[in-house]
């Protein structure tokens, strides 16, 4: 779309311009999926959607990367997004097929930023619907996890809706469906696991979900924003 390629030229004009105001806060090395550099989330919490982030990775090859920072300054949430997904190359590189969901906790502000591959799918219109209706009424209350989780799911569902982006080796697309019920059965579940393991679980399932980086992909630029 020309009006993403339009948005990445004047963020990579306006860090040669002024390389002061681009360097002052490098992106933060972020892995597959989950990046709280804040500790909103808990270890379950980051497990379970670590966990979702995976198998959505694994049915279409699309990669979600959910980051929660204190702060976006100097350079603002937008240009921030740009930067963390280009240094972090989200989505694969030759699908472009990233989304990030970035929260930033001091300034009250999320963005949901959309690589190329993707934005036929996830416009900017949807992306806003989704962060307006998932995202801003939880962390304007402070609960940070039921936000990006229902953002996520949300994401998820426009991501499987079409069984043509489904890959033939994968799972079923019925796992992806979000059925609200039997992931809480599911929750229930990891959580007696949980319990039964001392919360070893969490330890496994985060050292085999978070260890990767993620595919070289771009941003497209798009993408919506708000504040809560």
Known sequence: MNHGKSFVTAVVLASMLCPACAGAQAAPEIFLYVNDFVGVLTSDEIGTLDEICYELDQVTSDEIAIVVVNSTQPEGIDIFAVELFEASGIGKDDEDNGVLVLVSTEEELWRIEVGYGLEGILNDAKVGTI???????????????PGIFYTVAALVEELTSDPDRINEDGHDIELLGIDYWQLALALVIVGVVGVATKGRVFFWIGGILTRGRFGGGRSGGGGAKGRF
């Open 131 to 145: 962060g307006r209706e998932n995202l801003e009424p939880y962390l304007a209350v402070g609960d940070y996890y």
